[in-house]
């Protein structure tokens, strides 16, 4: 229900803003107003959840236009969430990953509809693997087409510091089941994207954190976005 009534007030946001020229004390009013419902809805929504912290932008092309932090950047020292908390990069990173594998693609340095065990062999070693089944390719990991299950059977798969995510990785592998055959539907895998991160890596040969970096958030001027938390700066929000 709440992403339902978020994706109504979002939708109500966009028309307001997209008829900018019209009339514009009419139109700013109404924008107060929906952004004072969609404000209450989430800070509502959290409360009842108990997420944590949430952070809330509306753009207006490339410009934030209204942003709020929800919730706590830090719950048991009841420090409140602002529009700067830094969370945690979640499946956030398939955006990422995706981006990156294409703009390799675009650099010649991998197709997407190569088999990624042609850059990372150890992706071959995925368990109950059908005998006649196409190779993984990178299209299909990043389409969520390479029939993998959505978690490898391990357990603590998922915790761990994340500079040890390589790792984890390849310790996975051996214990990631086929659901379907490739191709054959969608099925949503978080250890597949993990593997597409370490192939994209692999056929780079650069380290994942240091291609999305140098290729995405440079580029971008995403200052405050990164992999880990390596300045008392960040550390602090």
């Known amino acids: 229900m709440f992403l339902k009534n978020l994706r109504i007030l979002v939708a109500g946001i966009l028309c307001i803003v ?19 419902a969609f404000d209450a809805e989430v800070a509502s929504a959290v409360a009842d959840d108990g997420a944590g912290c949430v952070t809330v932008a509306v753009f207006d092309g490339n410009e934030i236009i209204w942003a709020k932090g929800y919730g706590w950047a830090d719950i048991e020292k009841r420090v409140a969430a602002t529009p700067m908390t830094i969370g945690r990069t979640g499946s956030i990173s398939k955006s990422f990953t995706a981006v990156l594998m294409m703009q390799l693609a675009e650099r010649s340095v991998l197709d997407v509809d190569d088999p990624v065990g042609a850059y990372f062999p150890e992706s071959d070693g995925f368990a109950d693997r059908p005998a006649d089944a196409a190779p993984v390719t990178f299209r299909m990991l990043a389409s969520h087409t390479a029939g993998l299950i959505r978690e490898p059977d391990l357990e603590g798969a998922a915790s761990g510091p994340i500079y040890g995510w390589e ?18 539907e969608y099925s949503y895998s978080n250890i597949g994207y993990g593997v597409l991160g370490l192939a994209s890596s692999r056929a780079a040969g650069v380290p994942f954190m240091e291609l ?15 992999f880990i938390i390596n300045t008392p700066q960040l550390a602090e929000r």
């Open 18 to 36: 997209s008829t900018a020229g019209l009339v514009a004390a009419t139109q700013f009013t109404a924008f107060e107003a929906t952004i004072a």
């Open 212 to 226: 999305v970096t140098e290729l995405i958030f440079s580029p971008l001027g995403m200052t405050s976005s990164t």
């Open 167 to 184: 790792d984890k990785i390849l310790e996975s592998i051996p214990n990631t089941r086929f659901q379907t055959a490739p191709l054959t």
